[in-house]
C-alpha cells in the first residue's frame, strides 16, 4: 500500500520559515517524481513544487515552480530515506493553506494528475 506522510506544518509568523517533509513508502521512490501542492479554503488547488527522478542538470535533479513561491520554497528529495522536502522561506499570509505531498511515476504527470496523495500538513501564517 502506498503511502505518504506529511509533516512539519504550523503557525509561523510572517516573514519566517518552514521545512515540511514527506516519508513515502509503498513504492519505488527513485523512480517516481515527487511534487507538493497546497489548498487553501475557498481556491482551487494549486501546484507549488515538483522534482523530477530521471532528468537531472549540473546540480541535481530538476525542479519546478510555482509562479508564486518561485525564489521562495526550495524542493528536495533524498532517496536513501525516501523522503522529499519543502523548504519554505518569506512565508506570508497568502502561504496560508493545507500542503498536500504527492508521486506519480511521470515527471511531468506529477504536475497535473498525481497517481497518490498524502493526507496533507496545515500551514498558517500569521500577520
Known amino acids: 500500500q502506498v503511502q505518504l506522510v506529511e509533516s512539519g506544518g504550523g503557525l509561523v509568523q510572517a516573514g519566517g520559515s518552514l521545512r515540511l517533509s514527506c516519508a513515502a513508502s509503498?513504492?519505488?521512490?527513485?523512480?517516481?517524481?515527487m511534487g507538493w501542492f497546497r489548498q487553501a479554503p475557498g481556491k482551487e488547488r494549486e501546484f507549488v513544487a515538483s522534482i523530477n527522478y530521471n532528468i537531472w542538470n549540473a546540480n541535481g535533479p530538476s525542479t519546478y515552480y510555482g509562479e508564486s513561491v518561485k525564489g521562495r520554497f526550495t524542493i528536495s528529495r533524498d532517496n536513501t530515506k525516501n523522503a522529499v522536502f519543502l523548504q519554505m522561506n518569506g512565508l506570508n499570509a497568502e502561504d496560508t493553506a493545507v500542503y498536500y505531498c504527492?508521486?506519480?511515476?511521470?515527471?511531468?504527470?506529477?504536475?497535473?494528475?498525481?497517481?497518490?496523495w498524502g493526507q496533507g500538513t496545515q500551514v498558517t501564517v500569521s500577520s
Open positions: 504527492a508521486a506519480s511515476r511521470s515527471n511531468v504527470g506529477v504536475r497535473t494528475t498525481p497517481e497518490y
Open positions: 509503498g513504492l519505488t521512490f527513485s523512480s517516481n517524481a
